[in-house]
Every structure is written in structure tokens, then in C-alpha cells.
């Protein structure tokens, strides 16, 4: 069974950093493509940031270019995302998910881990 | 790159049909096959319930189906079932910005 765990989210004040670990289990993670997805509370779906099944290419929303670092860890299973100077717009639920078999469907998606970002 | 467009909200009986709209451009939807539902319930992951416009992972209801015609991708349920009831989120691949998610739709079965 595929599963996606989150965690490493909570309370940290603007202009922070945290780390968020996706931990990734019942299929081979080093062959999928993996993305974050962040939701605002109450808000829409918002894409984020996604890298390659090699870790070889990286791609970020211009909302986060600068500020956040996507990498992964093929021997360990698990997708980070590397989060600095926070702002409160980046307060969200944050979704790993991984790439189907098509162009950027997400056939799989973790629980969530919520972010907030607050003095 | 701005959200894909949807209707806030859509409603419809048991039992009866509904769809979801979901416009962008031709360098999104438009100019690819790549369009994608996504299906959540509050406090819930999305799930993928449409990918590349009109297929169904295995598991997912035959009652949702897909289609793209222009720039406008949809999304109908028929035969909608109280379980339906959740916010539904379109997704396409552009090649500017990879992925654009539709502002959401929720959908209330009366």
C-alpha cells in the first residue's frame, strides 16, 4: 500500500525556517517524481515545488523561489522541503504527493502538515 | 500564471447529474491533455479522481466522468450520492509554471 507521511510542521515566527520531511513507503520512491502542494486555511490548492525521481531537476512557484529548498533522500525513502524566511502567506497545510503515470497528475497524496507562521 | 477558473459552488439532488467547469488558456488547458480532478472531503487529501482529461485511476466511480473541449476542461457526476458531497479542485500542466490548480468548487448534494 502507497503511503506518504508528513511531518515537521508547527509554530515558527515570520522570517523562520523549518523543514518538512515526507516519508514515503509501498512503492520504489526513487522512480516517481515528488511535489509539494500547500493549502491555506480555508483556500484553494496551491502547487509549490517539485523534483525529479534522480533529485536531478528541481522546479519552484515564483511564491516560494529563493526561500524554499526541495531535495529528497532515494536511500531513505523521504522528500524535504527546506522552508526559510516565512512570511505569513506561507502558513498552510503542506501536501507531498507523488507524480502518476501522466504529465503532473498526483495519483498519491501524504495527510498534510500544518505550518504556521506567527509572532 | 492565474488559477484556472471555477464555479464556487455547484449543487444538485441525489441521484441527478452535475458538472464542473473549469476554464484556463490555451497554454494550459487548452494547449495540453493534462488536465486533472482532484476530489476533498474537509480535513482530507485531495484525491485524484480524473487524469489526462477523461481517464480514471482504477478504484474510482465510472459516475465521474471528464472532458475538455477549448480551453475548458469538466467534470461530471451523475447519479450523485451524499458520499459526493466535498470540494473538487481541476489541475493542468502549463508549461510556464508546471501545474495550475482551479480555485475549487463545492459541491452540495441537497
Known amino acids: 500500500e502507497v503511503q506518504l507521511v508528513e511531518s515537521g510542521g508547527g509554530l515558527v515566527q515570520p522570517g523562520g525556517s523549518l523543514r518538512l520531511s515526507c516519508a514515503a513507503s509501498?512503492?520504489?520512491?526513487?522512480?516517481?517524481?515528488m511535489h509539494w502542494v500547500r493549502q491555506a486555511p480555508g483556500k484553494g490548492l496551491e502547487y509549490v515545488s517539485a523534483i525529479s525521481s534522480n533529485g536531478g531537476s528541481t522546479y519552484y512557484a515564483n511564491s516560494v523561489k529563493g526561500r524554499f529548498t526541495i531535495s529528497r533522500d532515494n536511500s531513505k525513502n523521504t522528500l524535504y522541503l527546506q522552508m526559510g524566511s516565512l512570511r505569513a502567506e506561507d502558513m498552510a497545510v503542506y501536501y507531498c504527493?507523488?507524480?502518476?503515470?501522466?504529465?503532473?497528475?498526483?495519483?498519491?497524496w501524504g495527510q498534510g502538515t500544518l505550518v504556521t507562521v506567527s509572532s | 500564471q492565474s488559477a484556472l477558473t471555477q464555479p464556487a459552488s455547484v449543487s444538485g439532488s441525489p441521484g441527478q447529474s452535475i458538472t464542473i467547469s473549469c476554464t484556463g488558456t490555451s497554454s494550459d488547458v487548452g494547449g495540453y491533455n493534462y488536465v486533472s480532478w482532484y476530489q476533498q472531503h474537509p480535513g482530507k487529501a485531495p484525491k485524484l479522481m480524473i487524469y489526462e482529461v477523461s481517464n480514471r485511476p482504477s478504484g474510482v466511480s465510472n459516475r465521474f466522468s471528464g472532458s475538455k473541449s477549448g480551453n475548458t476542461a469538466s467534470l461530471t457526476i451523475s447519479g450523485l450520492q451524499a458520499e459526493d458531497e466535498a470540494d473538487y479542485y481541476c489541475?493542468?500542466?502549463?508549461?510556464?509554471?508546471?501545474?495550475?490548480f482551479g480555485g475549487g468548487t463545492k459541491l452540495t448534494v441537497l
Open positions: 509501498g512503492f520504489t520512491f526513487s522512480s516517481y517524481a
Open positions: 504527493a507523488r507524480e502518476g503515470g501522466s504529465y503532473y497528475d498526483f495519483d498519491y
Open positions: 489541475s493542468s500542466y502549463t508549461s510556464s509554471t508546471l501545474v495550475v
